[in-house]
């Protein structure tokens, strides 16, 4: 991290306390939340409406005080507040990268932490969360594999992020302005931080069924991309009860390598993978898989890798992102080359697929792809504990 760097930190130090027999209403479908309304005293020939009244408070609006719900009555508004809370995570630090990246320490319930990351682009704005307090996977290039899984997050803490991260944009629209009047910030979100999302599935799915909820964050189905290492078993249940777009981490084009770098291979190879994804467009009316693969040098950036890579994706609609390995403390790979990576990428390109080369963001604030971590857990493991699990000798 350079001096010259703008980058800023906030600290919340004090974390907030879930009031005693209140319920959250953050993140509940909405059968569970009219009901939890009735449940509370609320006519059941008034649910429906007043389910859609607050919804819109909360997932459109961005409003936690029940008194500020202007078209409600005050006597029901008092009994809101008596019987339920607007819970989401909390910020504790923020961090903003030179290029404008903004990583998010976010605590959640029990003193857990858990990274967010929002990437401004130009004409867009991708907000990258986690569904996972550290992860399972123990890929050998990430970061965040590196810390053990301490618990699945809810549905609550995961649309929480967006909306937290919003109340730091300022993103939420101003009193008196209509949906729509100005380009969201956040206009994009990628399921790609800690932690597998399809080994947390319900929860996403609960989660993201809000943000494409149309009186909800209201964001299309091709805005939102759920990224996995390969849980085949609930591919297409992803398909069939989100509908989202799939990305998936692929970064090796032979069951050999692959063991090592995402080691859920052992459990379902490239082969079964790749089956469960061609299905996938159709049964999501999904316009293509984005195949994630991190170039590491000497590992997986060869000609030869790029060619075997074609052929395995072949009748796939598909485009591939090549990403330049973002190293971290004991990595035990490096970046390849860029002229290698651009070697790669070529092939690819014609054969007639995209292949774009992700610039790497938010680099100087450990906010890069596979980067994430949570601050307690920063410390990590040594790099020869890492290349013993990945199975690397150590030189």
């Avoid at 980058?7 to 009219?34: C, H, S």
């Avoid at 929860?203 to 494409?212: G, L, P, T």
């Avoid at 485009?319 to 390849?336: D, H, M, Q």
């Amino acid at each position: 991290m350079t001096a010259d760097a703008p980058i800023t930190q906030d600290f919340l130090t004090v974390p907030r306390k879930m009031p005693e027999g209140k319920r959250n209403l953050v993140g509940l479908p909405r059968a569970a939340f009219r009901a939890a309304l009735i449940e509370a005293g609320t006519p059941e020939k008034q649910a429906k409406m007043r389910e859609a009244q607050l919804w819109q408070w909360i997932y459109q609006r961005g409003v936690r005080d029940f008194a500020a719900m202007t078209n409600l009555s005050k006597a029901y508004r008092a009994q809101l507040a008596e019987d339920f809370v607007i819970e989401i995570p909390e910020i504790v630090s923020k961090q903003v990268s030179a290029d404008g990246t903004r990583k998010y320490l976010m605590r959640i319930a029990g003193g857990h932490e858990v990274e967010t990351v929002y990437i401004p682009e130009e004409g867009r704005g991708t907000l990258c969360i986690s569904s996972q307090v550290g992860c399972t996977l123990t890929c050998s290039f990430c970061h965040t594999g590196t810390q053990k899984l301490v618990r699945n997050l809810t549905a609550a803490e995961i649309v929480g992020q967006v909306m937290a991260a919003r109340d730091d944009l300022d993103d939420w629209p101003k009193p008196g302005e209509g949906m729509g009047e100005r380009p969201r910030l956040v206009s994009n979100i990628v399921l790609m931080g800690m932690g597998e999302p399809l080994y947390n599935f319900e929860n996403v799915r609960d989660a993201m069924k809000i943000a494409m909820d149309g009186e909800g964050i209201s964001l299309s189905r091709r805005r939102i991309t759920l990224s996995t290492s390969g849980v085949v078993p609930e591919i297409a249940r992803c398909a069939e009860e989100i509908g989202c777009l799939m990305a998936v981490s692929f970064h090796a084009t032979t069951d050999e390598v692959r063991d090592k770098l995402v080691p859920i291979n052992r459990k379902w190879n490239i082969a079964t993978l790749l089956e469960a994804l061609r299905a996938y467009p159709r049964l999501s009316n999904s316009e293509r898989i984005t195949f994630e693969y991190v170039m590491l040098k000497g590992v997986n950036d060869s000609d030869a890798d790029a060619r075997r890579l074609l052929k395995l994706i072949a009748g796939i609609p598909a485009k591939i992102n090549l990403i330049p390995f973002n190293e971290w403390p004991g990595a035990p790979y490096e970046r390849s080359d860029w002229s290698r990576i651009e070697a790669f990428a070529d092939i690819i390109y014609k054969a007639g697929y995209a292949a774009p080369i992700r610039t790497p963001r938010g680099e100087d604030i450990m906010a890069a792809c596979g980067q994430l971590k949570s601050a307690t857990e920063r410390a990590g493991k040594r790099r020869a504990e890492i290349e013993a699990e990945a199975g690397i000798a150590t030189p």
